[in-house]
């Protein structure tokens, strides 16, 4: 059975630092691309970053450029987000999917999907 597990949110202050986990069971993520989402109480699922499995490219939304660095250990089958500089708005339910082809920006385009870990900015 597919399965993805995020881990590593929490509660932490404006300017503080998170690194979440995306882990999988049941299949290998070499050959996917991981996608991960947050979406905020009364908002839309928003793409944050996306890495490629066949030449690790990144790419990353606006809000996180320059913030947030996506990267995988295919050994430990896990695709990590490390969110520095975080500030309120980034408080949300982040979420991190998977689909077979390439990266996308749109939520509906991946299969696979955790069920999510909070991210709480405040002071």
């Known amino acids: 059975q597919v399965q993805l597990v995020e881990s590593g949110g929490g509660l932490v202050q404006p300017g503080g630092s998170l690194r979440l986990s995306c882990a999988a069971s049941?299949?290998?993520?070499?050959?996917?691309?991981i996608g991960w989402f947050r979406q905020a109480p009364g908002k839309e699922r928003e793409a944050i970053s996306c890495?490629?499995?066949?030449?690790?490219?990144?790419f990353y939304a606006d809000s996180a450029k320059g913030r947030f660095t996506i990267s995988r250990d295919n050994a430990k089958n896990t695709v990590y987000l490390q969110m520095n500089g975080l500030n309120p708005e980034d408080t949300a339910l982040y979420y991190c999917?998977?689909?077979?082809?390439?990266?996308?920006?749109?939520?509906?385009?991946?299969?696979?999907w955790g069920q999510g870990t909070q991210v709480t900015v405040s002071s």
């Open positions: 999917a998977a689909r077979t082809e390439m990266c996308s920006w749109y939520a509906g385009h991946f299969d696979s």
């Open positions: 049941g299949f290998s993520l070499d050959y996917y691309y």
């Open positions: 890495i490629s499995y066949s030449d690790g490219g990144t």
